[in-house]
């Protein structure tokens, strides 16, 4: 079950939203806090509080003489999971940002599954083949975005690399923006199958072939972005 929203968190999300979208542009200045509170209807601590809260995300910067400005992109944490959620959930998702996402995972994933062929242990590699069986009998999208989560992040950790392996939780959400971003209206036997042939690699220790089928599941993401299939609410398909 869903845990309610707090009142601080509806600001936050409220704000950040404006922000990700455009609707208060970067470099721009955010409107007083006298207009904010009486536009959002709260007071004048919690909106602070929110603005505090933006702040450590890099989204924004107070001084305490010249007002809130909308910090440039760059300044973004990216990797912040409600950062990352505002992007997906705006009218019109950015390209570039996409782009960016399917990058990192051509950097990242392949190199993560090479090295989980060659080096991953005998339980590393049949957890990767419990979540793909969670993936094959998931009934909801919620169930199934879980289980594909765990099978990416359990190939990160079967790398053996300490390094790699602590990227598990920093990459999920991205993965997770990643999965929304090129998913379809129904479920797909055939990025079941793509997930498949990773696991048989690493299970056969094949790297050659781990990194092709890793590659070919990226790939598939790509088309789907580029073919428009770009979704909100559809069961994860990467």
Not at 21 to 47: D, H, K, M, N
Not at 82 to 93: E, F, P, S
Not at 122 to 128: E, F, S, V, W
Request: charged share 20%.
């Amino acid at each position: 079950m869903t845990r309610p929203k707090s009142f601080h968190e509806q600001i936050v999300e409220t704000l950040g939203r404006r922000i990700v979208s455009g609707e208060i542009a970067p470099q721009g200045q955010v409107p007083t806090e006298a207009a904010l509170a009486e536009s959002l209807g709260v007071g004048r601590l919690a909106l602070r509080e929110a603005m505090k809260a933006l702040a450590a995300r890099g989204l924004v910067v107070i001084r305490p003489k010249t007002g809130t400005h909308v910090l440039p992109r760059e300044h973004w944490n990216l990797f912040d999971p409600l950062v990352l959620k505002w992007h997906t959930q705006a009218a019109a998702i950015d390209r570039k940002f996409l782009a960016d996402l399917i990058e990192l995972r051509r950097v990242i994933e392949p190199a993560a599954a090479r090295l989980a062929a060659a080096n991953g242990s005998d339980a590393d590699i049949a957890l990767m083949r419990e979540s793909f069986e969670a993936m094959v009998a998931a009934r909801t999208r919620e169930d199934y975005i879980q289980a594909d989560l765990r099978f990416h992040g359990m190939l990160l950790k079967a790398s053996g690399n300490q390094f790699i392996g602590q990227l598990a939780g920093a990459l999920s959400e991205v993965l997770k923006t990643s999965f929304s971003a090129s998913s379809t209206h129904s479920a797909d036997a055939a990025a079941l199958g793509l997930h498949e042939d990773l696991l048989r690699a690493c299970e056969a220790r094949d790297p050659q072939a781990a990194d092709q089928a890793v590659q070919a599941l990226i790939a598939r993401a790509v088309r789907n972005i580029a073919s428009g299939q770009v979704v909100q609410g559809g069961p994860s398909q990467a």
